[in-house]
C-alpha cells in the first residue's frame, strides 16, 4: 500500500462509504447524549461516574475519527489525483489514549498496563494519532488478552532510533511458536486459539501491519511458547518543512 490508506483493498469504496454513513448517526447519539449528560447532570452525578462518562465519549471519538479516515481513503482511492500531504501527530499522546481506551478490558483481564515513557515531551511522527491509536489498541488487546490473569503489560516509548520512534509492546503471555508466527499477520488466522476462550476473528495484527507501514513504519514480533511476547513498532519522525 503506497499512500496513508487505512483500508484493505477488499472493500469498495461504495461500502466504505455507506458503512460510514449508517454509523456517523447512532455515533453521534452516543456523542450527543454522553455530551448533554455532562452538561446537565454534572452536578448530580458522582465524579467517578462523570469520569466514566469522559471514557465513552473519548471512544467515540475515536470511532468517529476511524469512520471519517475510512471514507477519505475511499475517496483518496476514487480520485487517484489527489494527494494530500501525510498527517503528523504526537506519539505519545496515541500512547496514552490508547492506554485510556484499553484501562476497562486491562482491568476486567486483572491486567497491569504500564507505561515508560524515555522522554515526556511530544514524539512528533508520521501518520495520524487516529491511526497510531488504532496499531496501539490492537496490541494491547493482544497483549491483555493471551496473557494470564493478574500479568503485567507494559509499554516503553523512545524517540528518535535513527530517525524512527520506537514503540514496543511487551507481555508475559502464552507466546507463540516460530511454525505460528510463520502464519502471523494472514487475515482470519487465530494459530488454533479458536477454542481457548479469546474472542477474536484474527484481524487485528493483519490490519495493525498495514496501519503501520501506510505511515512508512514496520512492526516486528519476538514470541516464545510460554516466554511471553514483544512487539516493536518502528514509526518514522515527522520531518519538519524547511519553511517551518
Ligand atoms: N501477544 C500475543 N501473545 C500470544 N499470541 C498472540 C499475541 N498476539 C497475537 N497472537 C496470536 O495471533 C493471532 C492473530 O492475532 P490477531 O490480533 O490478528 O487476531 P485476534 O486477536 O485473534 O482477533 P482480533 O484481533 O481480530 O480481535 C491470535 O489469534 C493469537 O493466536
Ligand atoms: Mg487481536
Known amino acids: 500500500m503506497s499512500t496513508h490508506d487505512t483500508t484493505t483493498a477488499a472493500v469498495s469504496p461504495d461500502d466504505l462509504r455507506m458503512l460510514q454513513h449508517e454509523l456517523r448517526a447512532p455515533l453521534n447519539a452516543v456523542l450527543g447524549f454522553s455530551q448533554l449528560i455532562k452538561a446537565t447532570q454534572r452536578a448530580h452525578l458522582p465524579e467517578r461516574v462523570l469520569h466514566w462518562i469522559e471514557q465513552i465519549e473519548f471512544a467515540g471519538q475515536h470511532m468517529l475519527h476511524v469512520i471519517e479516515a475510512l471514507g477519505a481513503a475511499a475517496e483518496r482511492r476514487h480520485d487517484a489525483a489527489a494527494h494530500e500531504p501525510m498527517p503528523t501527530s504526537d506519539l505519545l499522546r496515541a500512547v496514552q489514549g490508547a492506554i485510556r481506551m484499553m484501562r476497562l478490558a486491562a482491568a476486567q483481564a486483572g491486567a497491569q498496563v504500564s507505561l515508560c515513557a524515555e522522554v515526556g515531551r511530544p514524539i512528533l511522527v508520521m501518520g495520524s494519532e487516529t491511526t497510531h491509536r488504532q496499531v496501539l489498541i490492537?496490541?494491547?488487546?493482544?497483549?491483555?488478552?493471551?496473557?494470564?490473569?493478574?500479568?503485567?503489560?507494559?509499554?516503553?516509548?523512545?524517540?528518535?532510533?535513527?530517525?524512527?520512534?520506537?514503540?514496543?509492546?511487551?507481555?508475559?503471555?502464552?507466546?507463540?511458536?516460530?511454525?505460528?508466527?510463520?502464519?502471523?499477520?494472514?487475515?482470519?488466522?487465530?494459530?488454533?486459539?479458536?477454542?481457548?476462550?479469546?474472542?477474536?476473528?484474527?484481524?487485528?495484527?493483519?490490519?495493525?501491519?498495514?496501519?503501520?507501514?501506510?505511515?512508512?513504519?514496520?512492526?516486528?514480533?519476538?514470541?516464545?511458547?510460554?516466554?511471553?511476547?514483544?512487539?516493536?513498532?518502528l514509526v518514522p519522525m515527522a520531518v519538519k518543512s524547511a519553511a517551518a
Open 138 to 233: 490492537n496490541l494491547l488487546s493482544n497483549a491483555i488478552k493471551y496473557s494470564p490473569r493478574g500479568e503485567r503489560v507494559s509499554i516503553e516509548i523512545a524517540g528518535q532510533r535513527s530517525g524512527h520512534a520506537q514503540v514496543v509492546i511487551r507481555d508475559r503471555g502464552i507466546g507463540m511458536s516460530a511454525e505460528q508466527m510463520a502464519r502471523l499477520f494472514t487475515p482470519y488466522e487465530r494459530l488454533g486459539r479458536e477454542a481457548s476462550g479469546a474472542s477474536g476473528n484474527g484481524l487485528g495484527l493483519y490490519l495493525t501491519k498495514q496501519l503501520v507501514e501506510s505511515v512508512g513504519g514496520t512492526l516486528a514480533v519476538e514470541s516464545q511458547p510460554g516466554g511471553g511476547t514483544s512487539v516493536t513498532v
